[in-house]
C-alpha cells in the first residue's frame, strides 16, 4: 500500500543491484521490511508497532552488516582500498549507532518521531545501497569472475 509521506520512500529498482546474490536478498528484504514500516507506522496510533519494528529491523540490519563486512574480509577488500572499506564500515556503525539510540528511547519511554525515524532509514538506506555498496559489489563481482566461482561467506 502507497502512503503519503513528506519522504521519498525507498524502491528497489536495478540500479541497486550488486550482482552478489546473498547481499542483493538481504537488500531486497531490508528494502520490503521498511516499506511495510512506511505504510504501517504512520497509522498506528498507539505506537504498539513502532518499538517491534525498529528492533527488527536493527537486527536484520546488524545480520546484514556481518555479511557484508564478512565478505570483505574473505576476499581482501580491506588491504585493496583501506579507505573506502573504513568508511564503509563507519557508514554501519554510523546506522547502528542511530537506532540503538532510538530503540532504547522508546524502552525508557521516550518519544520518538516516526516520520523523522522513517526519514532517516529509507534515506540512509537508499544512499547506502546505491553507493558504497555498489563499489563493494564491484569488488567482490571481480572476485567472482577471477576464481570463477560466486562469493560466499566464510
Ligand atoms: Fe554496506
Ligand atoms: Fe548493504
Not at 26 to 31: A, E, P, S
Not at 43 to 60: A, H, I, K, S
Request: proline share 5%; glycine share 6%.
Amino acid at each position: 500500500m502507497q502512503v503519503n509521506l513528506p519522504f521519498n520512500q525507498i524502491e528497489w529498482s536495478e540500479m541497486m543491484a550488486t550482482g552478489i546474490a546473498q547481499i542483493d536478498t538481504q537488500h531486497r528484504y531490508l528494502i520490503d521490511t521498511l516499506r511495510d514500516a512506511n505504510a504501517n507506522l504512520p497509522g498506528d496510533r498507539r505506537g504498539t508497532l513502532l518499538p517491534e519494528v525498529t528492533r527488527m529491523l536493527l537486527n536484520y540490519a546488524i545480520m546484514h552488516f556481518d555479511t557484508e563486512e564478512g565478505l570483505m574480509q574473505r576476499y581482501g577488500y580491506e588491504a585493496a582500498f583501506p579507505d573506502v572499506a573504513r568508511q564503509h564500515i563507519a557508514q554501519h556503525r554510523a546506522f547502528s549507532r542511530h537506532v540503538v539510540i532510538v530503540c532504547d528511547s522508546l524502552r525508557e519511554g521516550r518519544p520518538v518521531a516516526k516520520l523523522d525515524l522513517l526519514q532517516y532509514l529509507n534515506n540512509w538506506l537508499r544512499d547506502h545501497i546505491m553507493g558504497i555498496d555498489q563499489l563493494l559489489g564491484a569488488f567482490l563481482r571481480d572476485a567472482q569472475e577471477r576464481t570463477g566461482t560466486p562469493v560466499k561467506p566464510l
